[in-house]
């Protein structure tokens, strides 16, 4: 399994470090080298330096072999546009947008890319946490 | 059950409205009027224009009535702050923050606060999504 990472911000190199560890290859794409080099030597996977929809960058990190993209940069436009390429130019099996605005939900539901919402989820599991104690 | 939300940015105003339209009492507090009008007039909660750590916010926010205290600003060092007056001046119950740099982890923990770290919450949540997949 093959999985490109679009954003190496906070979390996408969180995610690229974890998805490393666990022992999949993983490429990552970030127009800012210092994000790339903060990835640190022990990350063992791709970095492209690169503007993150652009055919190169993505061709440089071998998109006709990946079977998953994750688009998690903080700009949901660049997460869209990245997304859509990924999903009909190069027929990613799956792609995993994170989205920021919950009004471009609609969106991504006619498009068709999956998505992932931190606020929504991240609110969610403090109620959760909160809803554990006595009223 | 009161419940004060330090913090009404992107995820300070979304569990907000989660909160109060689940039936619990809620205040929030934040710097910045226009995110508190933000809400909108939906939201039946006490909105507080203050300094987020300042005992007068804090009072007129009556967080000596507080079960409990949610510090979600973007800002670590103004969760712990915050964090840290809820606990020990005013003895709020329970006292939730939001760390955004691991490296802080320690001091929390020393200081004994619960934390919800929203960065490795969600690459978690994204590894599990990919782990589904056939490999």
């Known amino acids: ?3 490109i990472i679009i ?3 906070r ?3 969180t995610l690229a470090a974890e998805l490393a560890d666990a022992g999949y290859n993983v490429a990552v794409i970030d127009n800012d080298s ?6 640190g030597s022990g990350f063992n996977g791709l970095r492209v330096k690169g503007i993150v929809y652009d ?4 061709k440089e990190a071998n998109i006709s072999r990946a079977t998953c993209v994750v688009a998690v940069t903080p700009d949901d436009n660049l997460n869209i546009t990245a997304s859509l390429i990924a999903k009909n130019i190069f027929k990613v099996r799956r792609v995993i947008a994170r989205i920021n ?3 471009k939900k ?7 890319i999956e998505t992932i919402n931190p606020t ?3 609110s969610y599991i403090i109620k959760s946490k909160i809803e554990g104690d006595p009223k």
């Open 55 to 58: 055919n190169s960058a993505l």
């Open 7 to 9: 954003g190496c911000g």
């Open 101 to 103: 605005d919950p009004s």
């Open 34 to 39: 210092k994000k790339l080099d903060a990835l």
């Open 1 to 3: 399994m093959y999985i």
């Open 120 to 122: 929504e989820l991240i």
């Open 11 to 13: 979390l996408g190199s």
């Open 106 to 112: 609609d969106v991504y539901k006619v498009l068709d």
